[in-house]
């Protein structure tokens, strides 16, 4: 079985925080030799997630926040000048911020063999 290396996953909220959140995780990636995930998740726009299929102005919504939320990360990404780290980056839409995380939590889950 390999072993993957670990990421540590920062939800990257535009409240505040996000920028000495990123500070924080880097030293602990450095320290454990991990990957850090910056994350946005937008709950103010969920509502374009149920309805993208049949609305044209939901898919547009959904993709104008995604694209939004993509450009916030680049910036925050590059405010850290730490190119000895691997920093990812991943954008959402969803209804709460727990089914976004929990969601983006369970594509890192492993996959067991059966």
Excluded: N
Aim: charged share 20%; aromatic share 4%; glycine share 8%.
């Amino acid at each position: 079985m390999e072993v993957q290396q670990p990421t540590i996953l920062v939800l990257a909220e535009r409240a505040g925080g996000a920028q000495a959140a990123l500070q924080k995780a880097s030293i602990i990636a450095r320290h454990c030799g991990a990957t850090i995930e910056l994350f946005a998740c937008d709950v103010e726009h969920g509502w374009a997630v149920r309805r993208q299929a049949t609305d044209p102005l939901a898919r547009g919504t959904l993709e104008s926040c995604l694209a939004q939320s993509a450009r916030y990360l680049d910036a925050l990404r590059g405010s850290l000048p730490a190119r000895d780290l691997t920093i990812a980056t991943s954008v959402a839409c969803a209804d709460s911020l727990w089914e976004g995380v929990a969601a983006r939590g369970a594509s890192h889950a492993p996959v067991e063999d059966v």
